[in-house]
């Protein structure tokens, strides 16, 4: 499958359109973007990584039943998907408290949260990326019905369900992540962009180590070898 025009060029990814209308193609980048793009910067073949690990994953929630816009890895920096219109909503689910969550609410860093948070932020990127209400999301008309909504933390905590065991199993705390829903042709959501490092937070269980984009948000060296030790994890059987 060959890249034919640009569709769209966001912070982590360019998309392009391929001779089938119902199929684009991801290039995984390797810039690096935080706090609404103002701290930038670049780590050769982070975005190789970024793309791995996605395709691992989105074969994991395939297998257990979520479905999604994967099709294939085409090459390092390339992946195969299903076209959707996106929904503009991010999905963030939280295990721990961290991030914003402990500086907007005061609640300690690292508090093990009583049960799985699961919130909506309005994804625009020129209002900051606001977080919303059901009734915010349905004035916008960002989903038709409030069933989607309820389809979307749904489908969101099954692959927390699926994703916090496998990374346990692995010596990872899965801390919290955001995801992406579209509309297939058929109207039905599936789980789209990437699950990857730059919007997962992993803790090593032992040494606390974090292993994510929160190395280039605090300054703390070293983003590529902790994505290349989650890959790592990822792959040991
Ligand atoms: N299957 C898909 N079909 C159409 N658009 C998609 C699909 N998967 C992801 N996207 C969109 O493509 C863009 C990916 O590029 P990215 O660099 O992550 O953008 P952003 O800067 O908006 O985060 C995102 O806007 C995402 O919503
Ligand atoms: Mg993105």
Redesign the pocket.
């Known amino acids: 499958m060959q890249k034919r025009a640009l569709?769209?060029?966001?912070?982590?990814?360019?998309?392009f359109l391929t001779d089938d209308e119902n199929l684009?193609i991801?290039e995984f980048?390797d810039d690096l973007?935080a706090f609404n793009g103002e701290k930038k910067s670049s780590e050769a073949g982070k975005g190789a990584l970024n793309n791995k690990i996605s395709t691992e994953l989105f074969k994991l929630l395939e297998a257990n039943g979520i479905p999604t816009?994967f099709v294939e890895m085409l090459d390092d920096n390339h992946m195969l998907?299903?076209?959707?219109?996106?929904i503009?909503i991010e999905v963030i689910v939280r295990n721990i408290a961290t991030g914003s969550l402990s500086k907007n609410l005061g609640i300690e860093d690292g508090k093990v949260l009583p049960f799985t948070l699961v919130e909506f932020d309005y994804?625009d990127?020129d209002l900051g990326d606001p977080k919303l209400n059901d009734q915010h999301a349905l004035i916008l008309e960002l989903v038709e019905h409030q069933d989607e909504l309820d389809k979307l933390r749904r489908m969101a905590r099954q692959v927390n369900d699926i994703l916090k065991p496998y990374f346990a199993k692995k010596g990872l705390n899965l801390v919290d992540f955001k995801l992406?829903f579209?509309k297939d042709r058929n109207n039905n959501i599936?789980l789209?962009?990437?699950i990857s490092p730059d919007n997962c937070r992993f803790w090593d269980m032992e040494t606390g180590e974090k292993m994510d984009k929160d190395r280039f948000r605090q300054g703390l060296g070293g983003l590529k070898v902790a994505y290349e030790k989650v890959l790592e994890r990822i792959l040991e059987k």
């Not at 569709?7 to 990814?13: D, I, P, R, W």
């Not at 998907?81 to 996106?86: A, F, I, L």
């Open positions: 569709l769209y060029e966001g912070k982590a990814k360019r998309l684009v991801s980048k973007t816009h998907h299903t076209k959707v219109d996106v503009l994804k990127d992406e579209g599936i789209i962009d990437e």
